[in-house]
Structures are given as C-alpha cells and as structure tokens.
C-alpha cells in the first residue's frame, strides 16, 4: 500500500485503527486542540505530499464538531500538496435532510456535501444513506456502500432459518431487506408507517405474514428507538414469535437504551460499528459486528483503480 495516507478525527480512531491493521499501515497521527475562544484547530502530524490520502471520519455525535474536524483535516491535506483526498464517512448524518418539507428551511444533506468539496474532498466514501437520493447531491464521486452483507452472514452462520421472515418497518427501506432478504433466501414484510414526529411514529399494520414465524426487523439506522420499538408492538399484535433486530448505524440516542432494554422478548440486536456504540450502550443481547474489513477493501479498490460495485454481488 504505497502512497497511502490515513488520518482520523476524535469521531472514531477505533475504526480508523482497524482499518489500518487491515491494510498493514499505520495510522498517521493527528492532532487537534480547542482554543479558549471554543475554535478548533487541526494539524496533521505526517507527510502527505503526492500521496493518496483519506480522512476516516464518521458523523456522529457530536456531529458538528466531528464535520468541522473533517473539513479541516480535508482542507489542511489540500494545503500540503496531497495528491487525492477521499473522505471516508461511514455514518453520513445530514442524509436524513434530503429535502425542502416546511417553509425556509435548509436542506442540509447537500449543504454539507458542498461543504466537503470545497474543503478539498475528491471523492466520498460513506454507507448506507438514510435517504439514497443524499448521493446525488454531490458533484464528486461517491462510493456508497452497504453492510447488508455482513449482516446477512452473520445471521446465516447464526442458525436455522426456516421459519424466518425479514420486515422493514416502512416502505421506503423495503428495497433493502428485500435484497438482505434474498441473501438469505427469506420472504419479506413491511410496515406500513406514519412519522407523527422526531421521536413518534405510528405503524399501522404489516403487510405480509408473520404469523408464528421468527422475524428479523431491518432498518438503516436505530436512532432513538421510537419506530423498533412501534414495529415490535405490531408484529406482537400480529402473533410474530421470535424477535431479532439489526441495523448498520447503532446511534442509541435519548431514550433508545432504555427502550431496548424493556423489550424482554426482543432476542438479539445487531448492528455494526459505523459510528463508536460505548460500553454503557453495550446491552447483553447486544452484537456489534466490524465493517473495517469492508471499508479498508473498498480504500484498497480506490487506491488501485479496482471496481467497488464488485463487492457487492449477492452472495455469502
């Protein structure tokens, strides 16, 4: 892996480090400090003139302080004759603005990818955007990602699945259990939502029998827990029988933890480590599965012009 340069913010070094053992580098140091003014300042410590570098930095919280940390650690590597800057966000956490909704407001999922090209990104690396249509946003190229791989072997080697039924618990990430559901060769349902607010959905009914069957609800991201745990309610009503539940980004904001933990029926949660879940998250039917293989494949593809979409054909 000549030519290469990695750098990683506070947003995830445990990742970032990962990664590097991966590809057999090491991961160049940076360092960032707060004036008393609350500004931050960023300064890689290694060279990167004429190299290929990228910048392992999810968003997650606090979301504003890591994008800051990416913006300049993109435009300090610019300043210093890098070659190529790619950065590398597993969690993108403005997809979910993906569009004008009320009166005046900003849609921030594009203003951010505005923002990392001009800081000097050259391409984008991420997984899983909560809305698919965030990747048109951008005006460099973008490799989007998916685990729906790792997590359908994990549930492959798991055990038997003969009386297994995937659900979405809304429409629109129906068309990702369904191709997670023909990696492992399972029907699939849905959930027929309404969001009523940030923290309040209302799922009407599943289309699709569950009856007596063992579900596995998927979802791209488990933020505060309100549309797992409205899900699980309604595949109780609808006489479900054993309750899994996975999803890429594992955020457990607010109440997410408590409301899992009340779930005494809910058999196992499994999610990746996009963004960094801490031990008091870290509950006992709790698996968090590494995407670092995943993503330092895809930096190995990008650094040696190899295919990215390769990567994903449907077979585990």
Known sequence: MRGIT????NA????????????GIPLSPVHIQRFSNDCIQVQLLASCREADVFFVQPLCPPVQENLMEL?????????????????????????RSDKK???????????????????????VITMTLHSPQVHGFFSVPVDHLNALVTLARYFKERG???????VSPDLGNAKSAAKFARLLKLPVAAGSKQRLSDDRVVIEDI?????????????????????????????????????????????FTGPAIERLRAQ?????????????????????????LSIAPLLAEAIRRTHNGESISSMFEEEI
């Open 6 to 9: 990695i750098f990683s913010g």
């Open 12 to 23: 995830h070094p445990q990742l970032a480090e990962e990664i590097c053992q991966y590809l």
């Open 71 to 95: 913006l300049q650690m993109l435009d300090a590597a610019r300043g210093s004759a890098a070659a190529r800057l790619t950065a590398v966000i597993p969690h993108y956490a403005y997809a």
């Open 101 to 123: 909704d009320a009166p005046r407001i900003s849609i921030a999922g594009r203003l951010v990818a505005d923002l990392l090209k001009t800081a000097g990104a050259d391409r």
């Open 160 to 166: 038997n699945l003969d009386n297994t039924i995937v």
């Open 207 to 251: 289309v699709g029998d569950v009856e007596g069957k063992d579900v596995i609800v998927l979802d791209d991201e488990i933020a505060n827990g309100g549309t797992i745990i409205e899900t699980l309610r309604c595949l109780r009503h609808r006489k479900a029988r054993r309750l899994s539940v996975a999803c890429t980004h594992g955020l």
């Open 264 to 288: 005494t029926d809910l058999e196992e949660i499994v999610t990746t480590n996009t963004v960094p879940v801490p031990p008091e998250k870290h509950l006992p039917n709790m698996r968090v």
